[in-house]
């Protein structure tokens, strides 16, 4: 999913056969032996009186529920093809002599995806879109059609898609609920594992159940196709194969209750713990990509912590670590040292359970919250904002940065520890090249200290000016780190 890996495919035998060419014989037909022979009296065949209606009950039985749901869902199911570019880098000592700095070639990807709008948007995961220059959608009857990217949102592996010169009335997946799944019931996952190795654009179907809920991940490289967290995901054991990432979960109402996103497996393939993307959550930010192009994202202004976790750190309770001066927790009345039990009526056991909250909350509407402050327990309202990085003022450095003035709710909300300084938003691909990415904050440019984004801005249109090397010094995830490079202008 998240790395491509190619599996051997065996190659289909087929078993010899001899046609036959079929008669139907009535009673007291006789069959004449070419040989010369006598002649060979061959019985009719007898039938039973009810042959018909048994047939007829064979033929309703095959059309089972994971049917149904199967043929409602699948016309809205497509392949997602992209080409992206990559940089190469000298396997040896003899290649760094011949190939050139900054090579980089075309190398082509492929997901699944479904339309969620008759109007030609598609669903899919961020990870399969991401770095494509170009991105070709194929439909079930085999139509190529490029799309446009509406939009993506890597926290939770999300981008919205719109295809270009679609037709119109386009199938449409039916979207259903995740807030009530029940644990063994049954699921359809639907996609197009390993592209057109199968020489065929429909979807294939797999069906299991679903295995669990509320699932909090953290890949690993070795267990892993994917990379970062997901939260409260669905598990499934239906079968979930690279190239089926995008594609949905469908419940046997012919609903869709999750996006296809990730699998743990040691092979590559298939071993039964395939995860999905809650629908609701899904929902929600394929509107705000539509409707902006962005998520934004919730801001409650407080860290939450393990309370007392076992020897495995796995704990019953967060705990509140800290909170921001005057950020939307402080005017809740909230303080460090209270336990979070409960949130928006769901149990919160752990910081991921926390996050997979905040992710499931748009910006400003409020958390309920239910903690336990002494020995009884008492709810809370906390009104949320948007993220301050994202409201903040921007300043344009170059044609390389957007920055913004770090405040101390901008502080709090990325857990740094400067004081001061210009954060990073936007970094070209330039800047990326280099090292720098957002979320960096930058401290001092060329031993100068970096009071606010504006300072950050004219430092860099000095030292381009004159062409000297800039040496930024920048913290990231709490560790001071620097990059040195030049400007051309």
Known sequence: MLKARWLAVPALLLAGFVPVAWQQLHPGARSRSRSGGGDLQLAAPVLPARAGAVQDTVDSSRRTAIVRAAERVAPAVVSVNVVRRESVQPRTVWESFFMPPGTSREVAGLGSGFIIDPRGFVLTNEHVVR?????????????????????????????????????ENLPAAPLGSSSNLVIGEWAVAIGNPFGFLLANAEPTVTAG???????????????????????????????????????????VLGQVIGVNSSIISGSGGSIGLGFAIPIDRARRVAEDLQRSGSVRRVWAGLQVEPYQP???????????????PGSPAAQAGLRAGQLIREVNGRATHSPLDWEARLLDTRAGEPLELVILDGARPRSVRVNTQGLPSLSAARVNALDEFQLVTLTPAIRAERELRSEQGALIVRASEAAQQIGLREGDLIVQINRTPVRNAEDAAQLLARLARAQLQVRMVVERQGTIMSASFYIRG
Request: aromatic fraction near 4%; glycine fraction near 10%.
């Open 310 to 324: 076992n020897r495995w750190g796995r704990s019953q309770s967060i705990a509140i670590s800290s909170v921001a």
């Open 209 to 251: 159940v679903i295995s669990g809920v509320n699932r909090n991940i953290i890949p690993s490289d070795e267990t892993s196709q994917g990379a970062g967290y997901y939260l409260d995901m669905i598990q499934t054991d239906a079968s979930i194969n690279p190239g089926n990432s995008g594609g949905p979960l469908v419940n």
């Open 131 to 167: 770095g494509a220059t170009e991105v070709v959608v194929t439909l079930r009857d085999g139509r190529d059609l490029p799309a446009q990217l509406v939009g993506t949102d890597e926290v939770t592996d999300l981008a919205l898609l719109r295809l270009q010169d679609a037709p």
